[in-house]
Structure formats: structure tokens, C-alpha cells
């Protein structure tokens, strides 16, 4: 299975009593980051661990087979809180942990981290027990801010709603609009990585038919030529963000994407 790394624990496996324990998923670029919460995951009572992605198309395939409880998210991988978004559509009852690191603690991102359905919002160098705490905290209240990062969250900045630009010709979307609907955005998410439409209907169980239309709806909305020219719009709006993960390098697609959004 493409970047996911699933694990089904028995409801036993660290469950205190009268009660179940807590799935816990994480999405994060840095393998032996994912590494470091699975183990503190495996050590807390009431938590147990239900799996790691790296990616936003490996997270959502996460969320959709193995149903954790909790998805503790990177915000480095989620820069624009789109993925926050598709998750919480996909599953309302998902809790969702944002990690947030020191390049994005600000009002504004924390704003638009809790618009987009992050029920907890911790410092990514917070340590193990304060991290299991908030995981509780999110599940049984909804609601967890760290005190280190509630100043940011007491008065966040409002800014007006960005309309759609021309960019070289092109209509783009601003950075943080989300014109595409989930399926189409996996779709992007393959076509970026390189992937055909065969390619893709086998990954997302769908007929090569389903794919078409799919992207072809996604040339549509956003004003694209072609694949690429979507891909590298995408790049270039913030739809998509470059690959983090630093096991390996992106694909040749997303390179050449990424490399036409700066020029």
C-alpha cells in the first residue's frame, strides 16, 4: 500500500478498564518522528497504535481502511489545513491533533487550523506526556489548545476572503481555497506523483471511466490546459504542497511542477 504503514491493535492492547482504548494515526514527513509517537502511543495506557502516512493521499487511504480514533497531524504537511478539511469530511467523528511547528505558529494559521476542523492544537516540540494529554483531552472535550500557543488562538486576525486571481493568463485560486472535492483531490494527488488514470483507478478502486471524469473536472475548475498544467497551478495556488518526506526524493512529475510554480 502506497506510503501507509496500517496496524490493528485488539481493543485490549492498553485499554484501561470500563472503557475502550484510543486508535492513534499519525501523518508526518519524518520517519523516526512517526516513530517516536508510535512508541509513546504504545506505552500510554487507553491509546493504542492504528498506523502512519507521510503523505496527504497516503493519510486520507489511512483514514478510510483502518478508521482511527485520532490523527495527529504535521503542520508542515498541512500548510494550507486542506488535508485537516478532507479528513474531517471524510470521517466527522475523526479527532484531529495539529502539530504545529515554529514556522507556522501564528494567529492566522492557528485560525485556520480550528476553521478547518483541528479539534487540538499542540507545539510539535511538546514532550510525550503532554502530547498523550492533549490526545485525551481532544477526544473527550473536542476541544484541546496547549497553553503555550492559547494567546495565539484568544483574539485570532480575520482576513478578508481572497478571490480567485489571473496568474499568467490563468485563473488560480488563492492560497487556502479549496475548489476541488475530496475524490478529485486524491486524483490530483496521483496525477502530481506521476500516476496514469489505469494507474490511479486501481489505487482508489474506481473504473478508469471515474478517473476520466474526475480529471477532467479538475482541469475544468481550475482553468488547466492539461495534467501538468493543473499539477503545477496546484503547486503554485497552494493546493498541493511538495512532498516532505525525507526517505526519499519527490517524483519527477511533482519536480517539474514545482519547478514551473517559482519560475
Known amino acids: 500500500m502506497r506510503g501507509i504503514e496500517p496496524h490493528r491493535t485488539p481493543m ?19 520517519p523516526i518522528f512517526r516513530e517516536g509517537i508510535a512508541a509513546m502511543v504504545h506505552r500510554t495506557l487507553g491509546l493504542h497504535w492504528s498506523g502512519q502516512a ?4 497516503a493519510a486520507m487511504q489511512l483514514c478510510e481502511q483502518v478508521r482511527p480514533d485520532v490523527v495527529i497531524l504535521d503542520s508542515a ?12 469530511a471524510g470521517d466527522p467523528a475523526l479527532v484531529l491533533v495539529t502539530l504545529v511547528r515554529d514556522t507556522n505558529r501564528t494567529q492566522q494559521y492557528l485560525a ?17 506526556r503532554r502530547l498523550a494529554e492533549a490526545v485525551r483531552r481532544a477526544h473527550h472535550d473536542r476541544r484541546y489548545i496547549d497553553p503555550a500557543l492559547s494567546a ?22 488563492p492560497k487556502g ?27 482508489l478502486f474506481l473504473s478508469v471511466e471515474t ?47 514545482v519547478a514551473r510554480s517559482t519560475r
Open 54 to 57: 507521510a503523505s496527504h493521499h
Open 211 to 257: 478517473v476520466r471524469t474526475h480529471v477532467k473536472s479538475i482541469l475544468r475548475k481550475l482553468s488547466a490546459r492539461d495534467r501538468t498544467h493543473a499539477v503545477t497551478i496546484a503547486f503554485r495556488s497552494g493546493i498541493l504542497v511538495p512532498q516532505l518526506d525525507d526517505s526519499a526524493g519527490p517524483p519527477a512529475a511533482v519536480q517539474e511542477a
Open 12 to 30: 485490549s492492547a492498553g485499554q484501561p478498564a470500563g472503557g475502550r482504548s484510543l486508535g492513534v494515526a499519525v501523518v508526518d514527513p519524518i
Open 77 to 88: 504537511l498541512d500548510p494550507n489545513c486542506h488535508l485537516a478539511k478532507l479528513l474531517n
Open 112 to 128: 485556520a487550523a480550528i476553521g478547518a476542523g483541528a479539534h487540538a492544537i499542540v507545539p510539535r516540540a511538546v514532550d510525550s
Open 152 to 173: 495565539l488562538t484568544a483574539r485570532p486576525k480575520r482576513e478578508p476572503s481572497p478571490r480567485a486571481a489571473p496568474v499568467d493568463g490563468q485563473l488560480v485560486q
Open 177 to 203: 481555497a479549496m475548489p476541488l472535492s475530496r475524490r478529485e483531490y486524491q486524483v490530483l494527488q496521483l496525477v502530481a506523483e506521476g500516476l496514469e488514470n489505469s494507474g490511479i483507478a486501481k489505487l
